[in-house]
């Protein structure tokens, strides 16, 4: 992407709170790898507060991540709207265009739905998944599962009406709600998705181990210590493989890359370089 100056680009990222992310590092590691100079930093900004912050960076600033809780509010400013974010009613990625409008895009889905099946080799078409979760994390990855061909996509949340909802904006019958009570009557699943906010607030998830079998792949949309107890819970239960969402982080940040400098990095090392790192 040109930027008609010899100054970097100016990106960040934006959330609350922030100061553990990732995008800062992964993104200078794109920027090296490609040979393309750019500043990145962390905002950490109130819900209230987004807007207005947000206006002032990209006023200057080429472009924003966005994680939680502002996903909701930055599909509100932008004036143009990719197809995922439109499906999600979210967006983890602000653009600023020529004119000075904003143009938002949601690369969850995606990068989740990558990382499953070049890293994890986890095969979707034809699978039956059991999503946990009926908010934002959910939404930004339920339409991407279905265009992967999964056979069945069953939602549980602890409010059922808010899955109820997901399943019905989904819009086929391959998506239903089920019960968080009949969890233990579904049987086991090919995959597992776990996008409740649980690890995230410390809490534990009360799951029946009956939902695995020695093929289940078990995916928390977290990383770091909010996935240990649901990957725990998995390995316990007996999973064919318990894996954390860094690889969907490393994913979904090269597709918004891409966006902003019209290349996509190669995402295993810095990958390899995280994981490694993370210990």
Request: charged share 20%; net charge neutral; hydrophobic share 50%.
């Amino acid at each position: 992407m040109a930027h008609g100056t010899a100054l970097p680009a100016r990106y960040a990222v934006f959330g609350h709170p922030i100061r553990h992310s990732l995008s800062p590092t992964i993104h200078r590691l794109f920027g090296e790898q490609s040979g393309i100079a750019l500043g990145y930093v962390a905002i950490d900004v109130a819900p209230e507060d987004f807007a207005d912050a947000a206006h002032r960076f990209l006023a200057t600033g080429h472009g924003a991540n966005v994680t939680l809780p502002h996903k909701a509010a930055a599909f509100a400013l932008a004036a143009e709207r990719s197809i995922a974010a439109r499906r999600t009613g979210s967006a983890n990625v602000l653009t600023r265009r020529a004119d000075g409008r904003l143009a938002a895009h949601n690369t969850d889905g995606a990068g989740l739905v990558r990382d499953l099946a070049e890293r994890q080799h986890c095969t979707l078409s034809g699978r039956r998944v059991l999503l946990l979760g009926a908010g934002g994390a959910a939404r930004g990855v339920g339409w991407d599962l279905l265009d992967a061909g999964v056979e069945e996509l069953i939602i549980a949340n602890r409010t059922a009406d808010s899955a109820a909802a997901l399943a019905g904006a989904l819009g086929v019958t391959r998506a239903r709600a089920r019960y968080w009570e009949d969890l233990a009557d579904l049987g086991s699943f090919d995959l597992i998705v776990q996008a409740t906010s649980a690890g995230v607030l410390g809490q534990a998830l009360a799951l029946p181990h009956s939902l695995v079998d020695h093929h289940t792949v078990a995916y928390d949309l977290s990383y770091g210590a909010a996935a240990q107890g649901f990957l725990a819970w998995a390995r316990a239960a007996g999973a064919k493989l318990a894996c954390d969402g860094l690889g969907m982080l490393v994913e979904q940040a090269a597709d918004a890359f891409a966006l902003w400098h019209g290349l996509r990095p190669d995402t295993e090392p810095v990958y390899a370089r995280l994981r490694a790192e993370a210990g």
